[in-house]
T-cell receptor, first 114, second 113 residues
């Protein structure tokens, strides 16, 4: 059974510092991996999607890497801002039978202080 | 991107009552809808998959008689928590089976007293 783990569970940094969030998964037979952002009491917003054949994806200040063989992904957020404060979730898709059937990690709660 | 709405966003109820949560797709049709729940400090966990016009399928450990799912149309799926108890307090969120990038509803926070 796939298990997705995120470390650390919480992180607090001053504004301007780079953020490094880690995600690991036990079964490397994944189709893709996504990083989501969740604001308190709100739904999820997809940030980056990495296909299993890719090594990384970038969008603005966000960069996500994927090492499928070791079961790891890292989300980098450059020059953090207070607006980046949220919970970041990673999720893996194991099958293309159902796009929305994801295995989630518990998330990393990020606080960026001004 | 696709727009998904949920209603209500917040609900507080007494133990023993039933609560209905609606998930609507506003600008597309969804044959299949996934329902997740998230307990505090825990992962989102898939509860069930609703299919328009047929019975929902439930994940292991989820009571189908307690969490009634109806997918009566291509734009509406409902989750009813029957005889809710405090342990059902959670964040419930829906996601249509649409494409590779998922669009989640805003979620419904349920508190059972």
């Amino acid at each position: 059974k796939q298990e997705v783990t995120q470390i650390p569970a919480a992180l607090s940094v001053p504004e301007g510092e780079n953020l490094v969030l880690n995600c690991s998964f036990t079964d490397s037979a994944i189709y893709n991996l996504q990083w989501f952002r969740q604001d308190p009491g709100k739904g999820l917003t997809s940030l980056l999607l990495i296909q299993s054949s890719q090594r990384e994806q970038t969008s603005g200040r966000l960069n996500a890497s994927l090492d499928k063989s070791s079961g790891r992904s890292t989300l980098y957020i450059a020059a953090s801002q207070p607006g980046d404060s949220a919970t970041y979730l990673c999720a893996v898709l194991e099958t293309t039978d159902s796009w929305g059937k994801l295995q989630f990690g518990a998330g990393t709660q990020v606080v960026v202080t001004p | 991107g696709a727009v998904v709405s949920q209603h209500p966003s917040w609900v507080i109820c007494k133990s023993g009552t039933s609560v209905k949560i609606e998930c609507r797709s506003l600008d597309f049709q969804a044959t299949t809808m996934f329902w997740y729940r998230q307990f505090p400090k825990q992962s989102l966990m898939l509860m069930a998959t609703s299919n328009e016009g047929s019975k929902a399928t439930y994940e292991q450990g989820v009571e189908k008689d307690k969490f009634l799912i109806n997918h009566a149309s291509l734009t509406l799926s409902t989750l009813t928590v029957t005889s809710a108890h405090p342990e059902d307090s959670s964040f419930y969120i829906c996601c249509p089976d649409l494409e590779e990038t998922q669009y989640f509803g805003p979620g419904t926070r349920l508190l059972v007293l």
